[in-house]
């Protein structure tokens, strides 16, 4: 097994507090955390002038947990059709951001949302305008993560392409990505759902896929020189097979995936320095546990 120079962690409960969220993820043998600044499911942040810092960051260095990443809450969609669904959430990521550099986190897990059946065309432009004013209106210390998605539903990010054109955009109008603003997170599940593959051979598609064979993760990655911006790896299991289009996680080595496939991505050398956070149902149905973290921490060389 890979000793600790890897970074291996677990989206937690902050259930207490987000020093309580560090603990659980030394408990389960992680050596970074990503976390919720509050409820995933409501528009309502915390206050992030009551949070204790210093708390956090102490129980941070004495169980060498680090770094801690925020995911952000659900209901965002930046290219929502309702100017109101917009509004919340340009104001709830900023806030999000907030949390971030006030925590001293690495980064903000996004999920844009989706082009609700009008296509990429047609809300590209006011993606990169409404990102824009989110990273202006944010503090410096905090950076926005952007996550590929399955492609369910007309999610944005499911084509790898997407992120690319959104990261040169953003670099030409305010040099967001080269100020370290800016970058993206790979989600092992989404990216075999939305068609890309971890082997050498690409699966068969069943007649019940919703993507085309986008082609093998780390060949697009380099193709479209998305090394460089990747902070963050997700790494889940599917339940579903591949090209499903479906976002559901599953424990590691218990879905669809093929293991050695998995494990031969997470050794890359480009992969090595990047963070994986696992966001998986757990064996006991309670979120990520010690045999996920363990089996994959087995996988690292």
Same mark, same amino acid.
């Given at each position: 097994?890979?000793?600790?120079?890897?970074?291996?962690?677990? @989206?937690?409960?902050? *259930?207490?507090?987000?020093?309580?969220?560090?603990?659980?993820?030394?408990?389960?043998?992680?050596?970074?955390?990503?976390?919720?600044?509050?409820?995933?499911?409501?528009?309502?942040?915390? !206050?992030?002038?009551?949070?204790? %810092?210093?708390?956090?960051?102490?129980?941070?260095?004495?169980?060498?947990?680090?770094?801690?990443?925020?995911?952000?809450?659900?209901?965002?969609?930046?290219?929502?059709?309702?100017?109101?669904?917009?509004?919340?959430?340009?104001? %709830?990521?900023?806030? =999000?951001?907030?949390?971030?550099?006030?925590?001293?986190?690495?980064?903000?897990?996004?999920?844009?949302?989706? @082009?609700?059946?009008?296509?990429?065309? *047609?809300?590209? !432009?006011?993606?990169?305008?409404?990102?824009?004013?989110?990273?202006?209106?944010?503090?410096?210390?905090? %950076?926005?993560?952007?996550?590929?998605? *399955?492609?369910?539903?007309?999610?944005?990010?499911?084509?790898?392409?997407?992120?690319?054109?959104?990261?040169?955009?953003?670099?030409?109008?305010?040099?967001?990505?080269?100020?370290?603003?800016?970058?993206?997170?790979?989600?092992?599940?989404?990216?075999?759902?939305?068609?890309?593959?971890?082997? =050498?051979?690409?699966? !068969?598609?069943?007649?019940?896929?919703?993507?085309?064979?986008?082609?093998?993760?780390?060949?697009?990655?380099?193709?479209?020189?998305?090394?460089?911006?990747?902070?963050?790896?997700?790494?889940?299991?599917?339940?579903?097979?591949?090209?499903?289009?479906?976002?559901?996680?599953?424990?590691?080595?218990?879905?669809?995936?093929?293991?050695?496939?998995?494990?031969?991505?997470?050794?890359?050398?480009?992969?090595?320095?990047?963070?994986?956070?696992?966001?998986?149902?757990?064996?006991?149905?309670?979120?990520?546990?010690?045999?996920?973290?363990?089996?994959?921490?087995?996988?690292? !060389?």
């Amino acid at each position: 097994m890979q000793t600790k120079k890897r970074l291996v962690g677990a @989206h937690v409960s902050s *259930a207490g507090g987000h020093d309580k969220a560090v603990e659980r993820a030394a408990a389960i043998g992680c050596n970074c955390v990503q976390v919720f600044s509050g409820s995933p499911r409501g528009w309502q942040r915390p !206050d992030i002038a009551a949070i204790d %810092t210093d708390k956090i960051t102490a129980k941070r260095k004495e169980l060498s947990v680090s770094p801690i990443f925020t995911h952000a809450l659900y209901l965002i969609n930046v290219t929502a059709d309702k100017p109101e669904i917009v509004a919340k959430s340009v104001s %709830t990521l900023q806030k =999000e951001l907030e949390f971030d550099g006030h925590i001293g986190g690495a980064g903000v897990v996004v999920h844009l949302g989706s @082009h609700l059946g009008n296509g990429w065309d *047609a809300v590209k !432009d006011d993606l990169v305008t409404r990102l824009k004013q989110i990273l202006e209106a944010s503090p410096s210390t905090s %950076t926005l993560l952007i996550e590929n998605s *399955a492609g369910q539903q007309g999610k944005l990010s499911s084509d790898l392409v997407e992120i690319r054109w959104v990261f040169d955009q953003l670099e030409k109008s305010g040099g967001f990505v080269s100020a370290g603003r800016l970058g993206w997170c790979f989600d092992t599940c989404h990216a075999w759902a939305a068609g890309y593959y971890f082997g =050498e051979t690409a699966p !068969d598609v069943t007649a019940e896929a919703k993507n085309p064979v986008r082609g093998r993760a780390d060949q697009v990655i380099s193709d479209l020189n998305l090394w460089p911006m990747l902070k963050l790896i997700h790494i889940n299991d599917s339940r579903d097979p591949f090209g499903s289009g479906r976002d559901r996680h599953e424990n590691i080595g218990e879905g669809s995936i093929p293991l050695a496939d998995l494990k031969s991505f997470l050794n890359l050398e480009p992969v090595k320095n990047i963070p994986l956070v696992t966001e998986v149902p757990g064996f006991a149905g309670e979120g990520p546990d010690a045999k996920n973290i363990e089996k994959i921490w087995s996988m690292l !060389d």
